[in-house]
């Protein structure tokens, strides 16, 4: 079971995660909610390895669904061609959030960046390499954007 002081420290690092997105203009719900929990996770390398492979992740409460897991795309619950579903079970109100991979890109180099800095100094060259292999798995083009984050590592 769970004590106070480890559900005040859950919530601490929640909050930083939180805070930090807010500063980057990152506060789409659902996709800030999620890498919340990716970032804090104990296997957020591997699930960089699964974003770059677009492989969903449902976890009971939260997790990602892309939408390439759908063969037809006339299914009710398709969302479209080269999105992602972003998704949160809060047990009040149901969030979910469908970006394009622009957009995920956009929230993942500061969670990444937030990861290297704030959690795992020590991971930065995997971060990096991880970062250009899931820009390249979903086509996008290097960005200006791109070289400054890597000043920030």
């Known amino acids: 079971m769970i004590n106070d002081d480890e559900i005040f420290e859950i919530l601490k690092k929640h909050k930083e995660f939180g805070d930090y997105f807010w500063k980057k203009k990152c506060n789409k719900g659902a996709v800030t909610d999620v890498f919340v929990e990716y970032v804090n996770s104990n296997c ?12 969903s992740d449902y976890n009971p409460s939260y997790g990602m669904i892309f939408s390439d897991d759908y063969d037809d795309p006339y299914d009710e619950f398709y969302f479209g061609e080269n999105n992602i579903c972003f998704f949160l079970e809060s047990g009040y109100d ?54 400054n984050i890597c000043k920030l590592f």
């Open 44 to 55: 957020f390398l591997e699930l960089l390895d699964d974003m770059k492979n677009k492989l």
């Open 94 to 147: 149901d969030v979910e959030d469908i970006i394009g991979y622009e957009e995920f890109y956009k929230y993942l180099v500061p969670a990444c960046e937030f990861y290297v800095e704030r959690r795992h100094p020590e991971h930065k060259e995997i971060v990096e390499q991880k970062l250009k292999e899931i820009r390249e798995a979903y086509g996008l083009k290097k960005h200006n954007f791109w070289q």
